[in-house]
């Protein structure tokens, strides 16, 4: 059964620090592309970012929002996936998903989820 | 960055009514659009991908359509366990953009 378990969250200061950790299980982590996606409180969805796997070169993409902010990177040896975050803005308080779309009837499309973590940036 | 603009932002309807929600791209992404559905306090789940590929396991009441900038997302007959928020996703281009939700609710 593939799992995605985010852990990290919290209550952090305007211009503060924090990492998100993303643990995963039930799929070979080390060949999927991972995203991070986000959701303001009350409001929609809002794609952060994606790294690809390794073996496809690793790369990463992120929404302008975030650039230069914030950086996605994965430990294989783990089953991990990270997003660090430095330099928070109160606009960045939301709930923190992790996804990917591994699997054979995904498509391309965020096929499993996790359960999020709630970052909340406040003074 | 491409725009994606659902309609409408709320659908009032009954169980048994046959529904439809519209996602437009500003721009052309050929068929990389995803739908999915969240209710409250849950992860959002993935529904069609593809533009008009079930995901396994989704009911076969629902279906997509479309390719280039307009595509739908159609309930042939509502059940009270879909309703719930639904979002369309275009993932052709960085970065991928969801349109702004429709709030599916009982009438």
């Known amino acids: 059964e593939v799992q995605l378990v985010e852990s990290g969250g919290g209550l952090v200061k305007p211009g503060g620090s924090l990492r998100l950790s993303c643990a995963a299980s039930g799929f070979p982590f080390f060949n999927a592309w991972m995203s991070w996606v986000r959701q303001a409180p009350g409001k929609g969805l809002e794609w952060v970012g994606r790294?690809?796997?390794?073996?496809?070169?690793?790369?990463?993409e992120d929404a302008a929002p975030v650039t230069g902010r914030f950086t996605i990177s994965r430990d294989d040896s783990k089953n991990t996936l990270y997003l660090q975050m430095n330099s928070l803005k109160t606009e960045d308080t939301a709930v923190y998903y992790c996804?990917?779309?591994?699997?054979?009837?995904?498509?391309?499309?965020?096929?499993?989820w996790g359960q999020g973590t709630l970052v909340t940036v406040s003074s | 960055d491409i725009q994606m603009t659902q309609s409408p932002s709320t659908l009032s309807a009954s169980v048994g009514d046959r529904v439809t929600i519209t996602c437009r791209a500003s721009?052309?992404?050929?068929?990389?659009l995803a739908w999915y559905q969240q209710k409250p306090g849950k992860a959002p789940y993935l529904l069609i991908y593809k533009a008009s590929s079930l995901q396994s396991g989704v009911p076969s009441r629902f279906s997509g359509s479309g390719s280039g900038t307009e595509f739908t997302l159609t309930i042939s007959s509502l059940q009270p366990d879909d309703f719930a928020t639904y979002y369309c996703?275009?993932?052709?281009?960085?970065?991928?953009?969801f349109g702004q939700g429709t709030k599916l609710e009982i009438k």
């Open positions: 790294i690809k796997s390794k073996t496809d070169g690793g790369t990463t």
């Open positions: 996703q275009q993932y052709n281009n960085f970065p991928f953009t």
């Open positions: 996804t990917t779309d591994w699997g054979p009837h995904c498509g391309g499309g965020s096929c499993y």
């Open positions: 721009q052309s992404i050929s068929s990389w």
